[in-house]
């Protein structure tokens, strides 16, 4: 049975009727990926709807409690409970996990659901943090000379964007043009943390863009000793 969601006025529900925005039957889910050979789990598939404009980031949206969407009464333990079942899945030869560094609690109550279905325990990710507007904006303007066309515009009106929001913001990679992601770090350590007792880390966050940040964190896992990185993320990227 797959729970599929409407949106109504900013609510989200399930509805086992259809499978809209988001799939989450047990024989389609979980799926793996990949993004810079790290193989990556997804829990829920994220769908666009057919002949709609409207896809599955709403659920995101009520899970994290941002841009006013919220779950009708009971239906958000319901998505929860599923995604317990599609977890319970996954082959586990992991021996730690840990959260991307965010500014939701959502990425922690995720992992630590993570770790109670697959028996893991949680790793402190204290260590790392997300990159703030003040050391991105120095990560741009260090390879700003070597760009050219589309990528240097686009990463001029960045830089114009950040140079007007304070320094100590932390930076959201989804309002960053696809065009530079790549050059700006998401996360960064803050310390250096002994991880070379760990023979297979997963890392968990919210959803796949464009996996800046999945990637951000097994290359500070990997420099940190770890010798193998995993990711997971409760949402698919966005599917037709």
């Known amino acids: 049975m797959n729970l599929g969601i409407n949106v109504n006025d900013k609510v989200v529900e399930h509805d086992d009727s259809h499978s809209r925005r988001v799939v989450t039957s047990l024989e389609k889910c979980p ?6 050979g790290m193989p990556v789990h997804f829990v829920i598939r994220r769908v666009k709807e057919r ?31 599923r995604a317990r079942e599609i977890i319970g899945k996954i082959e586990c030869d992991f021996d730690g ?7 939701n609690s959502f990425n922690v109550e995720f992992a630590t659901l993570l770790s109670e279905v697959l028996g893991v325990d949680l790793i402190d990710s204290s260590w790392m943090a997300k990159t703030t507007i003040k050391d ?17 515009h686009a990463a001029i009106k960045q830089l114009n964007a950040w140079r007007n929001s304070p320094g100590d913001s932390l930076v959201s990679m989804k309002l960053v043009d ?15 943390v002994d991880l070379s007792g760990k023979s ?4 968990a966050d919210d959803l796949m863009a464009s996996g800046a ?19 997971i993320c409760f949402m698919s990227r966005l599917r037709s």
């Open 178 to 192: 696809q065009k530079v992601r790549s050059l700006v770090k998401p996360i960064a350590p803050k310390t250096s």
């Open 31 to 36: 799926t793996v990926g990949s993004t810079d």
């Open 136 to 152: 991105a904006i120095t990560e741009l303007e260090a390879v700003f000379p070597d760009l050219q066309g589309a990528k240097r």
């Open 51 to 81: 002949g709609h404009s409207g896809d599955g980031n709403p659920l995101i949206y009520a899970l994290k409690g941002l841009q006013s969407y919220q779950f009708v009464d009971g239906h958000r333990d319901i998505i929860l409970e």
């Open 213 to 231: 940040t999945l990637r951000s964190a097994m290359h500070s896992c990997l420099a940190n000793g770890a010798q193998n990185v995993s990711g």
């Open 200 to 203: 297979h880390i997963l890392v």
């Open 97 to 103: 996990i840990l959260a991307c560094p965010s500014s």
